[in-house]
């Protein structure tokens, strides 16, 4: 089992940053793969960035060169850093770990960007 829970979601201005954290419950070294995916209303949820456990990483067409994850494997969080936010960013975030072929999901953390 792994629990996860996310901050530093909220309400910012187009153009402007926010950064969302997830902390794990076990050591991040132990899980496969840690990413976040958002979700929309009336949309289905998608991948936003991934990063695996041997350091790869992968991010939509939508948010190359804007967002960056990374993760801290003393403090088993992992980071999304969004830069340069628009308007259609606005979503649910939700962290996700893969552990043993199992999905994880934390309780999801608003983003709202406003025009």
């Known amino acids: 089992q792994v629990q996860l829970v996310e901050s530093g979601g909220g309400l910012v201005q187009a153009g402007g940053s926010l950064r969302l954290s997830c902390a794990a419950s076990?050591?991040?070294?132990?899980?496969?793969?840690m990413g976040w995916y958002r979700q929309a209303p009336g949309e289905q949820r998608e991948l936003v960035a991934r990063i695996h456990s041997g350091g790869n990483l992968n991010y939509a067409d939508s948010v190359k060169g804007r967002f960056t994850i990374s993760r801290d494997n003393y403090k088993n969080t992992v980071n999304l850093q969004m830069n340069s936010l628009k308007p259609e960013d606005t979503a649910v975030y939700y962290c996700?770990?893969?552990?043993?072929?199992?999905?994880?999901w934390g309780q999801g953390t608003q983003v709202t960007v406003s025009s």
């Open positions: 076990r050591s991040i070294f132990s899980i496969n793969a």
């Open positions: 996700n770990a893969i552990y043993y072929g199992n999905n994880f």
